[in-house]
């Protein structure tokens, strides 16, 4: 069953969410998470690859997913965002309309899919991960970037600690604090997190990423001083970390490329 209570579908989300179409911080995000796909697959490129951006909105990840030589397509329900996209990036990427629950592609199908910041927006999270399983080939990867319900600051509306109340309560505190009149996102525990993701082989690399910023182009959010952290300390600050880098494989699967000072570990 579904933590999520039910709401409509944020149609239009670009429109109303103005870091969407954030081009500098989009690509940059997009260069942390190629990074990661990399190190994982153990691959220089993604030349022959074909990538999906689930939540792709105005089109900037999809389009460096494309750049660095996967076939792609990105998907969405936000219309607004699509027509960017096709407008910029069209004749690189295939843009389509489509849910994620119901992704227009065959079965196993597809050797990287990216789902970035997207699953506490949709209204079944749940049938989200189990077609995005489906589409995926045998030894494909899932790139997520998850945040949890105990993140201290709410990342969509700068508010500290809404993420951690009831529905009723974090609607009153959006009224309160004039930032709208309910609270849409909905976050798991840690725990439901990796419940939702069960069906997945999933190595979390959170760690290797804060202690090695450079290599996972990760500069923009984390210092270069966390380079020099020992790796123990990071890790006992991980429950404070308000974003989790996890790829998850379909089947049995360990992260391919070189050795890193802190090696992602594995979640299960």
């Known amino acids: ?36 796909v990399r190190h994982a697959l153990g691959v ?29 397509t ?12 096709r407008a910029r990036f069209g004749e690189r990427v295939d843009f389509r309309l489509a849910r994620g629950e119901d ?36 030894g494909g990867l899932l790139y997520l970037g998850v945040g949890h319900r ?8 700068r508010l500290p ?14 009224r309160l604090t004039g930032k709208g009149t309910e609270y849409y996102e909905h976050y798991y525990t840690p725990r439901g997190l990796r419940r939702l993701f069960a069906a997945y082989d999933v190595w979390d690399y959170t760690l290797p990423v804060l202690a090695d910023p450079a290599a996972f182009s990760a500069g923009d959010n984390v210092p270069a001083w966390a380079a020099r952290v020992p790796g123990r300390v990071l890790a006992a600050g991980l429950p404070l970390v308000p974003t989790y880098v996890w790829a998850a494989f379909k089947g049995a699967a360990a992260p391919a490329g070189p050795a890193l000072r802190v090696p992602p570990r594995h979640v299960g």
């Not at 990105?74 to 996209?85: F, N, Q, R, Y």
């Open 103 to 138: 992704l227009p592609f065959g079965d196993e199908s597809v050797d990287v899919v990216v789902l970035n910041h997207i699953y506490e927006h949709v209204v079944d999270p749940e049938a989200v991960v189990a077609d995005i399983h489906r589409v995926l080939r045998p």
């Open 44 to 72: 220089e490129s993604l030349e022959g690859l074909t990538a999906v951006d689930v939540g792709c909105s105005a089109g900037f990840i999809a389009d460096e997913l494309a750049l660095a030589g996967a076939a792609t």
């Open 1 to 36: 069953m579904s933590e999520r209570p039910e709401r409509e579908e944020q149609l239009a989300y670009s429109e109303s969410m103005a870091k969407m179409l954030d081009e500098q911080a989009r690509r940059q995000k997009a260069a942390k998470l190629i990074a990661v």
């Open 74 to 85: 990105g998907v969405d329900i936000d219309e607004p965002g699509l027509a960017k996209a």
């Open 150 to 157: 105990f993140q201290v600051i709410e990342p969509h509306h």
């Open 161 to 174: 600690f809404l993420s951690w109340l009831p529905q009723r309560a974090a609607d009153r505190y959006m």
